[in-house]
């Protein structure tokens, strides 16, 4: 099973500045299947990234996915007063499918 | 528009088996994997399983011996029946489609709107 690691924790920042999380898996993903998911409360996930770099339909362009391999950044350019949530990622390339343990972007 | 919305019991007893149903509305169904996953109150997210286009299933091991998904197409519907529940079974569980249609990645992109399912004698 790839245990995936998210860093940090917690973030936390204010509107407008770059949000940087981290995503480190136990062995490498299958083709890079890795995506990002935010939480608000209450809410189901929403998909943000797929394939490690691919915004899924709707998304905007603020966010962006990057690495491979073990390695996995999602960016938030400059961070929206919606941004405020917990990230999950996830990969898919091998079974089980497993999730991080998230982050949280609270404002500071 | 894309719709997944689930019905199912949301208070168990110890022991009894949830049964969950996903009714998928608005778009396509063949080729698609539907997945399920729970997530306790405060805590993050778990994958349960998932079922593909050709009604293969794929289970999270630590759940494997207790889960069964199944996929009745002329419904678009699919669903989730776990045995033996215990309080550690107590989640907000979603139904999804994805990741994948056939074999191109999509993301888990569309999700049901969640049940609460509690687990309590």
């Known amino acids: 099973e790839i245990v995936l690691t998210q860093s940090p924790g917690t973030l936390s920042l204010s509107p407008g500045e770059r949000a940087t999380l981290s995503c480190r898996a136990s062995?490498?993903?299958?083709?890079?299947?890795l995506a990002w998911f935010q939480q608000k409360p209450g809410q189901a996930p929403r998909l943000l990234i797929y394939?490690?770099?691919t915004r899924a339909t709707g998304i905007p362009d603020r966010f962006s996915g990057s690495g491979s391999g073990t390695a996995f950044t999602l960016t938030i350019s400059r961070l929206e007063p919606e941004d405020f949530a917990v990230y999950y990622c996830?990969?898919?390339?091998?079974?089980?499918?497993?999730f991080g343990q998230g982050t949280k972007v609270d404002i500071k | 528009q894309v719709q997944l919305q689930q019905w199912g019991a949301g208070l168990l007893k110890p022991s009894e088996t949830l049964s969950l149903t996903c009714g998928v509305y608005g778009g396509p169904f063949s080729g698609y994997y539907w997945t399920w996953i729970r997530q306790p109150p405060g805590k993050g997210l778990e994958w349960i399983g998932e079922?593909?286009?050709?009604?293969?299933?794929n289970y999270n091991p630590s759940l494997k011996s207790r889960v069964t998904i199944s996929v009745d197409t002329s419904k678009n519907q699919f669903s989730l029946k776990l045995s033996s529940v215990t309080a550690a079974d107590t989640a907000v569980y979603y139904c999804a489609r994805g990741p994948f249609l056939f074999t191109s990645q999509v993301g888990v992109g569309y999700w049901g709107q969640g049940t609460l399912v509690t687990v309590s004698s």
């Open positions: 062995q490498s993903v299958s083709s890079n299947f």
């Open positions: 394939g490690a770099s």
């Open positions: 996830q990969q898919y390339g091998s079974s089980p499918r497993t």
């Open positions: 079922i593909n286009y050709s009604g293969g299933t």
